[in-house]
Nanobody, 123 residues
Framework: VQLQAYGGGLVQAGGSLRLSCAAS????????IGWFRQAPGKEREFVGS????????YYARSVEGRFTMSRVNAKNTAYLQMNSLKPEDTALYYC?????????????????WGQGTLVTVSS
């Protein structure tokens, strides 16, 4: 599966932004989709994952309650709705995919990666 994240931009603190992850291939609905981010000068970190059906989600504590993942398999697209954004959410955001469960947060757990989209939150 090939992935492409888009929808990043500049937003003020407290604002919202929705990222999309478009996938190619007929097997999108078989994959768990994961979201990661990398802030300037920091390591890449796990944001969350959503099960193939969309019925299960797993969030990093830093975003739980503010970010919501969803997906529309008929459109081969996953979404990351980000609310109450903070300057520390500024990062390059990536969508990824893996076969198997959602409770995996290491970079090496996700063999498929798309190019990132930049989110900048101003204070």
């Amino acid at each position: 599966v090939q992935l492409q994240a888009y929808g990043g931009g500049l937003v003020q603190a407290g604002g919202s932004l929705r990222l999309s992850c478009a996938a190619s291939g007929r097997t999108f609905s078989s994959y768990t989709i994961g979201w990661f981010r990398q802030a300037p000068g920091k390591e890449r970190e796990f944001v969350g994952s959503i099960s193939p059906t969309g019925g299960g989600t797993y969030y990093a504590r830093s975003v739980e309650g503010r970010f919501t993942m969803s997906r529309v398999n008929a459109k081969n697209t996953a979404y990351l709705q980000m609310n109450s954004l903070k300057p520390e959410d500024t990062a390059l955001y990536y969508c990824t995919a893996r076969l198997g469960g959602i409770y995996f947060s290491a970079l090496s757990d996700y063999p498929h990666w798309g190019q990132g989209t930049l989110v900048t939150v101003s204070s």
